[in-house]
């Protein structure tokens, strides 16, 4: 059964500190998106990707965000320096044009203190 | 740009009873319509959606949703609910489905109650 996967599932760091987190996408999809859930906004699109370039990237503070897809199985979000208004749940979907729906990894919960 | 309204963000409701999930949108283009569930601590899994053809759209665990152009909506409804049905339903759109970003409702959270 195809899946999207995420690591870390829970995270937790201190104000400053580098977090790393990857996604990998079901195999064939060639579109990635990255979403952040908080109590206050909701479900928001951070970024997303189509055969590995960046398509929209305007949901994140790119002052300490950054997001890339090394390669067609992984996909990275960074944040650097961390702080505790970035705890959210994150999560990772990813879709194609063949399929009208995507499909969301469990997420990461990000906690920053 | 596109929006997504859910009017109510939670429903408690009886066992066994009915339920409809409000859910209105904004959009210059034309849609696809989705439904999401979100069970505690879990992602999101889709319920059902909305691409073309009928209007009346089903699940296989008895969610219905009717897609209505004139008043812009998309409601979710199920005529008797379970506790197992507790959760966060989430409404969303997008201009195409697996390869264009999902613009999502703050979502409703709705309560069985035994």
């Known amino acids: 059964d195809a899946r999207v996967t995420q690591t870390p599932r829970h995270k937790v760091t201190e104000m400053g500190q580098e977090v790393t987190m990857r996604c990998q996408p079901i195999l064939g999809h060639n579109t990635v998106f990255w979403y952040r859930q908080t109590m206050m906004q909701g479900l928001e699109l951070l970024a997303y990707?189509?055969?590995?370039?960046?398509?929209?990237d305007s949901g994140m503070p790119k002052d300490r965000f950054s997001a890339e897809m090394p390669d067609a199985t992984l996909a990275t979000l960074k944040i650097q320096p961390s702080e505790p208004r970035d705890s959210a749940v994150y999560f990772c979907a990813s879709g194609s044009p063949e399929r009208d729906e995507q499909f969301f990894g469990p997420g990461t919960r990000l906690t920053v203190l | 740009a596109q929006s997504v309204t859910q009017l109510d963000s939670q429903v408690p409701v009886f066992e066994e009873a009915p339920v409809e999930l409000r859910c209105n949108y904004s959009s210059s283009v034309s849609v696809y319509l989705f439904w999401y569930v979100q069970y505690p601590n879990q992602g999101l899994q889709l319920l059902l959606k909305y691409l073309s053809g009928s209007t009346l759209v089903e699940s296989i665990n008895g969610f219905e949703a009717e897609f209505n152009k004139s008043q812009t909506s998309f409601h979710l409804r199920k005529p008797s609910v379970h506790i197992s049905d507790t959760a966060e339903y989430f409404c969303?759109?997008?201009?195409?489905?697996?390869?264009?970003?999902?613009?999502f409702g703050k979502g409703t959270r709705l309560s069985v109650i035994a």
């Open positions: 969303a759109v997008s201009e195409r489905g697996g390869n264009t970003p999902l613009v």
């Open positions: 990707f189509r055969n590995r370039a960046p398509l929209d």
